[in-house]
Structure formats: C-alpha cells, structure tokens
C-alpha cells in the first residue's frame, strides 16, 4: 500500500515537472517571435523611409508646373547659344525736341488773352489752328486794329489826293514820295493786323501743325507784342542727349547706338529701329559738370515725350560668344538674381547666376548658365509662383 502511494507521488511530481518546462519553453518561444517580427518591422519601416526621405531630397528642387498651365501663363522657353554682345555704358539722359521741329505762338497785339475753345497739352493741332484769342476792349491805347485801319484809310486818301496833284506839279515828287511811303506802311500794317481779327480781338493762330507742347499763359492775362503764347512741337526727329561720366571718355569713340527706358511707360525703346544715329560726343566736360554729352537723333513715333528725363544704357565695342538672357528671365530675391532651368516637359529648376553689363535689353550672364541650357525666358515669374505653390513638404524620421 505505501508503495502504491509512492509511486502515485512520484508520478504527480513528474507531471508537474513536463508542464512547467512546457509553459517555459511555450512563453520563450513566444517571446523570441515578437522581438523578430519586430525588428523585421522596424528595420523594414525604417528602410522604407529612407528610400523615401532620399527619393524626396533628389527632387526637393523641382518645380512642378503643368504644361496647360505654362501655356495658359505665358511662359517661354528657349535654348541659350553664345552669341555676339555689345559693351554697355549705363547712364542718364534727356529727350529733346529737334531743331526746326518746334515753334511756338506770339501776341501779335498788346491785350488780354482768353481761350475761346479748349486747349490742352499734347492735342494735335493744325497749320493755322486758333489757339487764343486777345482783346484790346477798355485798354488806353485802344484797338490796334481800328487805330491801324484809322491811320490806313487817312494815308490812302492822302496818297490818292496828291497822286493828283502831282500831275499837275501842284505837288513835289518829294512829298508825293513821302504820302506814297505812308500808305504803303500803314496797309500792310492794317493788313497785318486785321488778318485774323474779329469783333472778339486777334485770333492767333498754330504756326505748324503738330502737337501742343506747353500753354504759356492763362486766362485773363496781359500780353504785349511779340511774347509767347503756346509752344506747338511736330515731334517728327527728336534729340536724346546723354551725360555721360569723365572715366568713359577714352571709349567714347566706340560708341555706336543706344537703348533708353522712358520713366512714364517702363519701356524700352533701340534707336536702331527708330532710325537713329550719333550726331556728336563732347570733347570736354561741361565748366560746372563732370559729365561729357553724347547726342543721338531719332524719329519719334508719337510716344516719346520731349523734355522727359530717361535712362540710357550706350552701346559700344562687340563681344563675341557671350551667354546672355533677355530681363524678363531674370527674377530677384534680396540682391541675387535667378533663372528657372527646364528639366523636362513639365519640371523646372530654380538657378542662381551671376549678371554682367546689361544694354537695357539683355543681359550678360557669367555664371550659372551654359549653351544647351533650356532657360525660361518669358513668365518667369508664373513659374516661381508655381515653386511656392508645389514644394514637396518636409519628411520625419519618427518611427
């Protein structure tokens, strides 16, 4: 009997034993399988990231701008080659009215001036269009025009009753003469006078056609004879004179054309498709200036306003195989310029370059583009606002 219950100890004690190495070896086992599944989780995650954080650093700087959109922005693209380049003098300048293309409008009796019909600044006017009216009612001296048609009609009758006479030889030759004199005085003076006169005062007139460069006086004022009533300039050749600095005399003589920018419109204008040329350049600077003047003449197509100050940009001696990009390629950003390079039909790349002399037109570029480079030379602006909108966001590296 106790070796039946000995042995049915000892069994219940083997039992126990196999259950808890099983148990044991059960929860090892489990546990090594979740410390692999993840680390192979983790090491894929992390290498999937990386491929993708690598993948997104390569096209960080592409700029995604889709064809249709480009198009509908006005952007344009266009294969830089070296090309020839002419050295640029940068400057001021001012146009001025050519000689003979300008008159200006006198008083042709003393009086008061009054506007009968409208007259502005820049209107087109005719040869004998009336410009200003003077009136010399309730003056002291009268009107001139009923003195000269007084002293006129007098004088005639004198030289008709002596032209009698002097058949006669009531009269001298002498005297006869003299009323002959008078009279001739006086009708070209009444002539003069009542060419353009009515029961309002003297009309005077545009002495060319062309346009209205300045009104002189106002309503109401006084004028005597011979003072300037209104300037009429027919802007058919101009002048543009620029100032240009003493330390660019020795290349004065290179100087072959030049470009300038009106401050009223912003655009630039070549004087070699206005017809222009050089007349002259100064041989000494001005007794109170540092500047020597360079003078061009050119045809002015109804755009260019005389007096106006401008920025000119001369052009001298050639240089050949220069990269060089019109402005509208360049864009700014805190004094450095940048282009926008075409990678593909749809991807552009924001550029850094480094400028050179600039004729106004163009630009002389030194670092930063190459030939064979597909630049963006119109709407570079449109693709910048593309970069703004399209950045591909930063990625973590949090797991």
Do not use: W
């Amino acid at each position: 009997m106790k070796k039946i219950i000995f042995v049915g100890i000892l069994g219940l004690f083997v039992l126990g034993s196999c259950n808890n190495s099983t148990i044991t070896h059960d929860e090892h086992s489990h546990e090594a399988i979740d410390e692999h599944d993840h680390e192979t989780t983790d090491e894929h995650h992390h290498e999937t990231t990386d491929e993708h954080d690598h993948a997104a650093e390569a096209h960080s700087d592409e700029i995604i701008l889709p064809k249709a959109k480009a198009e509908a922005s006005g952007v344009k693209v266009s294969v830089i080659e070296p090309a020839p380049f002419q050295q640029v003098i940068k400057t001021s300048g001012q146009v001025l009215a050519a000689q003979g293309d300008e008159s200006v409008a006198v008083a042709t009796v003393s009086g008061v001036v009054s506007f009968r019909r409208k007259i502005t600044e820049g209107m087109s006017v005719g040869n004998g269009t009336p410009l200003v009216t003077i009136s010399s009612k309730n003056i002291a001296d009268g009107d001139p025009v009923q003195r000269a048609r007084i002293a006129y009609e007098v004088s005639k009758k004198e030289y008709e009753r002596m032209k009698e006479l002097v058949k006669t030889q009531i009269v001298s030759d002498k005297d006869f003469a003299q009323a002959e004199q008078s009279y001739e005085n006086a009708r070209l003076s009444y002539e003069a006078l009542s060419k353009n006169h009515s029961d309002i005062g003297q009309s005077i007139t545009a002495p060319i056609a062309g346009y209205v460069k300045s009104i002189l006086v106002k309503e109401g004022d006084y004028v005597t004879i011979g003072q300037p009533l209104v300037s009429v300039t027919q802007n058919r050749r101009l002048f543009l004179r620029a100032e240009v600095s003493e330390k660019y005399y020795p290349y004065l003589r290179t100087i072959s054309s030049a470009n300038f920018q009106t401050p009223y419109n912003n655009r630039m204008y070549e004087l070699k498709a206005l017809n222009g040329k050089l007349l002259s350049f100064g041989k000494a600077a001005g007794d109170n200036s540092f500047y020597v003047p360079v003078t061009f003449e050119f045809d002015n197509k109804g755009e260019v306003i005389p007096g106006s100050f401008v920025e000119v940009f001369l052009l001298s001696s050639t240089m050949e195989n220069v990269i060089s990009l019109p402005r509208t390629a360049l864009t700014e950003e805190q004094g450095i310029f940048f282009i926008y390079l075409q990678l593909d039909e749809e991807g552009y790349k924001k550029q850094e370059v480094t400028i050179g002399a600039d004729n106004g037109k163009s630009v002389q570029i030194l670092t930063g583009v190459k030939a064979g480079d597909r630049v963006v030379t119109e709407g570079a602006y449109q693709v910048r606002l593309a970069s703004a909108s399209n950045a591909i966001p930063a990625h973590s590296h949090e797991h």
